[in-house]
């Protein structure tokens, strides 16, 4: 595009994300991810969406969690859609804790708790076996 002269936009670069992060490409999703910020673009909730899905399902939780906390500083905190799939990520892996920590987040910044959060979470703590946790 660029040697066309068209520049791309953030439409541009989301759609290019979402297909790296479908053909599992995320590690290369991320360094898009990261020119895209240097261009100054700063892609918002919508471009973070296909990388967070990327990174969680292909297990690069350190990752997604740069990618979360970057968002966190810059004041992008990310919507429902975005908080349910690295929950979703956190809770696959087993990583109950860190889910709690987020879902108190989510609490914290009044974001609309959804049903899918909290099959999410009734999912992975019968999973390993927690369902005490559930009362609480």
Same mark, same amino acid.
């Given at each position: 595009?660029?040697k @066309?002269g068209?520049?791309?936009?953030?439409?541009?670069f989301n $759609? +290019? #994300?979402?297909a %790296?992060?479908?053909? *599992?490409r995320?590690v290369?999703a991320l @360094? #898009?991810? =990261?020119?895209? +910020?240097?261009k *100054?673009?700063?892609?918002?909730v919508i471009? !973070?969406c296909? #990388?967070? !899905? *990327?990174?969680?399902?292909?297990?690069?939780?350190? =990752?997604a969690k740069?990618l979360?906390?970057?968002?966190?500083?810059?004041n992008m905190?990310p919507?429902?859609?975005? #908080? !349910?799939?690295v929950l979703n990520?956190?809770? $696959?892996?087993?990583?109950m804790e860190k889910a %709690? %920590?987020?879902?108190?987040l989510? +609490?914290?910044?009044r974001?609309e708790i !959804?049903?899918?959060t909290?099959?999410t979470l009734?999912k992975?703590?019968c999973?390993l076996g927690?369902?005490?946790c559930?009362?609480r």
């Amino acid at each position: 595009m660029i040697k @066309y002269g068209v520049s791309p936009n953030i439409a541009t670069f989301n $759609s +290019i #994300l979402d297909a %790296q992060c479908k053909e *599992g490409r995320t590690v290369e999703a991320l @360094y #898009l991810a =990261e020119a895209v +910020i240097e261009k *100054g673009l700063f892609p918002g909730v919508i471009a !973070n969406c296909p #990388l967070r !899905n *990327g990174l969680g399902h292909s297990s690069k939780l350190e =990752e997604a969690k740069g990618l979360f906390d970057y968002m966190l500083t810059a004041n992008m905190f990310p919507n429902i859609v975005t #908080l !349910n799939i690295v929950l979703n990520a956190l809770c $696959s892996e087993g990583l109950m804790e860190k889910a %709690q %920590q987020l879902f108190g987040l989510m +609490i914290e910044h009044r974001k609309e708790i !959804n049903t899918i959060t909290y099959n999410t979470l009734i999912k992975g703590f019968c999973r390993l076996g927690q369902k005490t946790c559930l009362i609480r």
